[in-house]
């Protein structure tokens, strides 16, 4: 059996590892926000796991589409979870609402595009909306994880690599493991409004 | 749409995903009930962290 971009795919297993941990975690003390935030959690841990396989195993079209689309589902979470935590209704079902318009969009956009810029505006847009909800109702964490994991995607982008075996992908996965840590961190401390 | 599972894929993800809405905006539903996303099997995995 053929590996082909082995670093790739363990770091992106780590951080499926770490996410599904954040997951499971987060529902140790079920409260609405904090179980918003599991499914993303979750989700990131999917996209992690697929991409992982995607990039190790089976450079498989669908295996592809099903990473975004896990990508998406964990947007929708984050902002869910969050506006879940800042708002009081009607606003909250209002964002809800807005947040399942995007990954309608999303995701339907995602059926005829592949490029993995799609992934980063989607998951973009989700952080630009968690930031400004956490700079209002203070999160220190969860900024710090937007920001580190915004850091992150700009490495991805740049294709800077460490190493010859260490390239820009792997760096933005264990860039994203960090941010994850932070984020699971600002999440424990959520409570609905 | 080239893959004949993708679209109902993602029909059901985004009704997953509005069912959820729904219940986490009422305060209640099978989502919003703690035992939907904690079943029994998860249950013992939850103690960690």
Redesign the interface.
Known sequence: MTISEPVTMLTDYVLGGVSAYAAVALLRKPQPSRRLWALAFAALAAAAFLGGTWHGFLQSDLLWKATTLSAGVASFGMVAGSSYAAFAPPLRAFVLTAALAKLVVYSAWMLGHDAFLYVVIDTGMAFIIVAAIHLWKWNGPIIAGVALSTAGALVQASGFRLHEHFNHNDLYHVIQIAALVLLYRGAKRLQSS | ???E???P??IM??AV??R??LD??RGRGFF?D?RA??SPA?AP?????
């Open positions: 749409v080239r893959y599972l993708l679209l894929s993602q993800i985004v995903m509005a959820i809405s986490f905006t919003f703690r996303l904690a998860l995995m939850t103690r960690i962290g």
